[in-house]
């Protein structure tokens, strides 16, 4: 968890759906200077967040310049590593991470993250029931529930169940799991890497352990 003063750092997040909102908002809460871009269309329910945290966005385009002043810039999972913005971004040295690695920084709450190919989203909700139930603080978060970066800006737990897709595993760098699930890899989830090894490799990196007693675990 970092206790930082980032009231100078100008931080671009890219894409308006429920992991760009949830990092802006978070980076917002931390003082920084937000900018949010989206090529699409951002739906209206985001917008009215945006508004209300007074975020400043577009919508349509991106705004290439202001895009590549960023410090730090936060990349929706939806959005491409060789999308031609983010690719100008690398060229310019500019830092990209993943909303999940954005909120892990300024967080101290326990990592429970699941990922695979296939039954990610029937095993992260037994695992958020089974806690729940056992009268744990717990966040749903990932592909399911709210975003994590917008539960550790408003609603802090003292656990999370995170269901990771291979997608929100790019450009996380330094977050590491309490426990993590690597359910299976199947031969589809490779499609789009160059090879098998980078998917296996992102997923493991959920694996590398935070403390002594963290764990992973793989399924057969």
């Known amino acids: 968890m970092k206790n930082m003063n980032e009231t100078t750092k100008r931080l671009v997040v890219v894409g308006g759906g429920e992991s760009g909102v949830g990092a802006a908002v978070l980076g917002k809460v931390k003082g920084m200077d937000v900018w949010l871009t989206d090529a699409g269309t951002i739906a209206p329910k985001y917008k009215e967040m945006l508004e209300k945290w007074q975020i400043a966005y577009e919508e349509g385009h991106h705004s290439e310049q202001r895009c590549l002043a960023a410090d730090e810039i936060v990349k929706s999972p939806g959005v491409p590593i060789t999308a031609p913005l983010m690719v100008k971004a690398q060229q310019k040295n500019i830092p990209i991470i993943s909303e999940i690695e954005f909120a892990g920084r300024y967080t101290n709450a326990k990592m429970v993250c699941i990922t695979g190919s296939n039954g990610k989203t029937t095993t992260t909700m037994l695992t958020y029931h089974i806690l729940k139930s056992a009268g744990l603080n ?30 929100q595993l790019d450009n996380m760098y330094e977050f590491k799991a309490n426990i993590a699930v690597l359910l299976n890899i199947s031969t589809a989830t490779t499609i789009r ?17 935070t ?5 992973g675990r793989t399924t057969p």
């Open 138 to 167: 717990v966040g749903l978060a990932g592909n399911v529930g709210k975003s994590l970066a917008l539960q550790v800006a408003t609603v802090e737990h003292d656990v999370y169940v995170i269901e990771l897709s291979s997608f």
């Open 193 to 209: 890497w160059r090879t098998t090894l980078r998917p296996s490799s992102a997923s493991c990196r959920t694996r590398a352990p």
């Open 211 to 215: 403390t002594r007693s963290s764990t």
